[in-house]
């Protein structure tokens, strides 16, 4: 065959789309970034969703979890700048870990904003979380289904926390974001950031208080071995949770293993919600998780409706600096859909 005839074949060759049905070839593995590690909610819901996209479609996408954001050495406030750069290919992030780069990922840490479960459904369910979506989007990450990772309640080593004047002096570490910082001048703490993988020690050694962090996290983590003696249920923000996929990976697949990896999220992020609630005594749970924080001599302090008003005015300013920078406008949304369940 002359020269320039097999050229002209090849290049009919490479121009020839795959034929229908004709499978894409993927990577051998798609690395997926969680903070923590099982058994706690917020890594359950990375781990599950692996396994049913990995089960579901026979093998050809292979998701393997990598907890504890070992992809990016612990600092799980790296997670998404290391998906832009591809390093980590899908994540479930925390809004908590994510805010300081993507300002509108803060509506979930304006202080007492959220009174209870339903306000935090709403905002996922409804415009807020569609405007988030839309955020995230544009940050090169295909957000595929909304979790929980909890309403975060506070624990200290000297004290029971009732009123604003009982957080004076105490250090009190936090995640990520200038906003806690802020939280806890306010009520006079002196707050420290550090990564989860310092909470422990920093707890066992003194070097801290206290902490915050959801009820299933407290007890998976036996904190109560470390000294956290004093546990106050005031539900002062909800650390939402986004199931994503870089949209370079997301772009790699057919439309229906697309369809196929949204459908996984959304049902994992559903047990992941639901295991996030367990034993709270909210309704459609028993109060277990309550009584084993009491069983294992944690003095536990719920706070009236009254109580927590009083944390929200002290706190006031601190929500007004911050709604600005969330978004003015994302703020009243997400107010006027919490209004509306009244």
Avoid at 106 to 114: A, E, N, V
Avoid at 211 to 237: C, G, I
Wanted: net charge positive; glycine share 8%.
């Amino acid at each position: 065959m002359p020269a320039i005839t097999r050229r002209a074949a090849l290049g009919g060759l490479l121009a020839t789309p795959l034929v229908a049905g004709a499978q894409p070839a993927y990577r051998p593995e798609y690395k997926v970034s969680v903070v923590a590690n099982r058994p706690i909610p917020f890594a359950e819901g990375a781990f599950q969703w692996a396994e049913l996209v990995n089960e579901r479609s026979g093998g050809r996408i292979n998701m393997r979890v990598y907890p504890q954001s070992q992809l990016v050495g612990g600092d799980q406030t790296r997670e998404l700048l290391a998906m832009r750069q591809g390093i980590i290919d899908m994540c479930v992030f925390s809004t908590i870990n994510i805010a300081p780069q993507v300002r509108e990922a803060g509506i979930f840490q304006l202080p007492f904003l959220m009174p209870d479960h339903r306000a935090f459904d709403a905002l996922v369910n409804g415009e807020v979380g569609r405007d988030l979506n839309a955020v995230m989007d544009r940050r090169d990450v295909v957000p595929l289904a909304w979790g929980e990772n909890g309403f975060r309640e506070i624990s200290n080593s000297r004290r029971a926390i009732a009123a604003p004047g009982d957080l004076r002096g105490l250090k009190i570490r936090f995640a990520a974001g200038a906003i806690f910082s802020d939280i806890y001048n306010a009520l006079g703490a002196n707050p420290l950031q550090m990564s989860f993988a310092d909470l422990q020690p920093a707890l066992s050694t003194g070097a801290v208080d206290g902490q915050e962090n959801p009820v299933n996290l407290f007890l998976a983590f036996r904190m109560d071995t470390l000294a956290q003696r004093h546990l106050t249920v005031w539900n002062y923000v909800n650390d939402a949770l986004i199931f994503g996929v870089a949209k370079s990976v997301m772009a790699q697949f057919t439309p229906q293993d697309q369809e196929l990896l949204r459908e996984c999220a959304r049902e994992a992020a559903r047990r992941n919600i639901a295991l996030a609630r367990n034993g709270l005594g909210i309704p459609g749970t028993d109060d277990s998780a309550m009584q084993e924080l009491r069983r294992r001599n944690v003095e536990v302090t719920s706070l009236t409706l009254q109580q927590k008003q009083a944390f929200a005015q002290a706190l006031r300013p601190v929500y007004e600096k911050w709604s600005a920078t969330v978004g003015n406008d994302l703020t009243r949304k997400a107010e006027a859909a919490i209004r509306a369940l009244s």
